[in-house]
């Protein structure tokens, strides 16, 4: 089995969004801000062969520099999840599974391409994609808060596809992959666990997009419901340290992974590790 993670364009988020009611006195100590309280924020990907599938978790904020989000987030396009892909020995049309965790623009926006003017393909031409029933119907009547957060361009075409399945409870992907749902940073967040030879890997999307968010406390302003949030925080880390699960930041400029352990003030980073180098 080969677990990789797939570099895609980083971009910069305001401080404030990124870590909620936490004072920037406290935030700036663990994760630093620029002149304009932009943080440099990592937009992983993450690709898992088990030998018969080949699955994606996520593409990223694609490709495309007119997107009218990629100016107010200063979208860095030197990192490209098909020059990644590539790098890893993979082209787009081997992939067989993508998981979508959900379909903000940061998370799908590879999903799709422009096939001519006006039209779009799919990237993954050959590939089963994953969403959450809630998440897919969340994005198609998007509430008034999360609005901006949906570009149909990424996911409309999906509907008629063929290629799409809408998941409604926890199921498995493979033999190594269990997709659990959340509900506090949007409507059926779907975020994979991955079985391999050594340690179990969390991918911790945006539930806990960095090291930095694992108190209970550090929710991004972005989640919908806070305190939904704490609570599936609370017992995801609890389980994950009990299990000596790797914690992989999808989000975190700074830290890839890292190990937890349980202290006093609740399950803590242990050490952080590059990923390539644990599952090499
Ligand atoms: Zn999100």
């Known amino acids: 089995m080969r677990i990789i993670v797939l570099e895609t364009p980083d971009f910069k988020i305001d401080g404030g969004a990124y870590f909620g009611v936490v004072p920037k006195i406290i935030w700036e100590k663990k994760y630093p801000a620029d002149e304009n309280n932009m943080c440099n924020a990592a937009c992983r990907s993450l690709l898992v062969d088990d030998g018969e599938n080949i699955i994606l978790v996520d593409t990223g904020t694609g490709n495309e520099p007119d997107n ?3 100016e107010s987030y200063h979208t860095d396009y030197s990192k ?25 623009f940061d998370h799908c926006g590879g999903t799709t391409k422009p096939d001519g003017d006006n039209t779009r393909k799919l990237s993954f031409p050959n590939a089963v994609h994953y969403i959450s029933r809630l998440q897919w119907e969340n994005a198609n009547n998007p509430n008034y808060r999360e609005k901006s957060s949906y570009l149909k361009e990424n996911f409309g075409i999906l509907e008629n596809s063929g290629k799409l399945i809408l998941v409604e409870e926890g199921i498995k992907i493979g033999k190594n992959i269990e997709l659990r749902l959340f509900n506090g940073h949007t409507y059926g967040l779907m975020l994979p666990l991955i079985y391999t030879d050594k340690q179990p890997v969390f991918f911790a999307g945006d539930l806990i997009p960095a090291k930095a968010s694992i108190p209970l406390s550090w929710i991004s302003a972005y989640d919908l419901f806070p305190l939904t949030s704490i609570d599936e925080k609370r017992s995801l880390l609890t389980e994950a340290a009990e299990n000596d699960w790797i914690l992989l930041f999808q989000h975190d400029y700074y830290n890839e992974c890292c190990d937890l352990e349980i202290t006093e003030r609740g399950v803590r980073a242990k050490n952080s590790y590059i990923f390539k180098e644990l599952f090499a």
């Open 80 to 104: 490209n999840l098909e020059t990644s892909l590539e790098q890893a020995g993979y082209s787009n049309e081997d992939i067989t599974h993508v998981i979508l965790t959900h379909l903000h």
């Open 68 to 70: 009218k989000t990629a």
